[in-house]
């Protein structure tokens, strides 16, 4: 599972601020030793946060990428590309992804 | 014996010291927090016991525990960098914070510890307004609200029922204050954030009607519709309400001095004095 790495990673934006210069400047690079999979990289990189959040990844945590500007995001990209997805009652992914 | 003195619910939005500073004391934020700060010094408090939902920043989720107790001479925060808001170290109350946890385990409640700990905005915030001076020490409850599962509200109210018999039964004459932090509709970085926002209230009308149960004293209504469908419904971080709950359950079953609504933020503000 290691959507547990992405939502790390973004507690990692917060926390580490080397970390956080390093996203902000080639996110690729910042990640290439991570415990990823293609997708999940591949996202990450393209600040694709609706894929990450049909994965699993934890909303609360990736508006860290938004706050600090990470992945291309910022407040008005990371809010349009989340209310473009589609949820339940429960504001839950209506359509999970596989994080392969 | 320790006395709960008064019960307090209390908001926690991590830009609010941003705006109070940007927008000065007329604001509506900052009348509100004055009010309640006016409150707290009336009841000249030796301590406070708040239950709060860590965001993730205390705990993570490699180790998430549903129920903790902060168990030192100090801690610090906030560890997540809220705007306009200085890194405080707060005293805090070891044996009582250990006297709590044990009585609430014996009461059937597996309270995890925790020592040598940092917080978040969620306890920095309220405080930063309500005691800028940090001269009253904290006991941080932890309740898990963000996370499914959540612990089921009734379950939350009993915790709080079990750390006010604690409180009742330490052998030192303290006045306590229990708090309880967190919003009642909130999604926070999740589809329902309002456009152009990055948060949202997602259900208004469960901020109205749990601030007509807290008004009329409604608790075992307020317990029966706040189920884990209900908190989700209102937000991603709508379980921070069972903060509130267990604030009840340590004060007993009273009517609030006031509970004044912030509804675009999907929160209040109460005082339970008597």
Partial sequence: MSIFAVNFLCREVLRDHAFRAAMKHDPAQALAGKDLSDAERRALIGGDVGALFRMGANAFLMAYLARFEVCGLNVDIYNQRMRAEKIDELGRPLVLDQPA | MANIVAGFGVPHTPVFPFFVKRDGPNCETAKLFAAQAEQLAATRPDVIVMFDTDHLNTFFLDNLPIFAVGVDQTFTGPNDEPREVPDYTIRSVPDLAGHIRREAITAGFDVALTQKFSVDHSII????????????????????????????????????????????????????????????????????????????????????RVITYLEQAQTNTLIAQATERQLFKAGNVGGELLNWIAMLGAIGNRRPNYVAPQMQNGHAYGVWRW
């Fill in chain 2, 125 to 208: 915030v309220p405080l930063h307004f309500l005691t800028p001076n940090m001269h009253v020490p904290v006991i941080p409850v932890f309740i898990s609200g963000h996370v499914p599962p959540l612990p089921p509200a009734a379950r939350c109210y009993a915790l709080g029922q079990a750390v006010g018999r604690a409180i009742a039964s330490w052998p030192s004459a303290l006045r306590i204050v229990v708090m309880g932090s967190g919003s009642f509709s909130l999604e926070v970085g999740g589809p329902r954030m309002a456009p152009g926002r990055s948060d949202g209230v997602p259900d208004p009308d469960w901020v109205t």
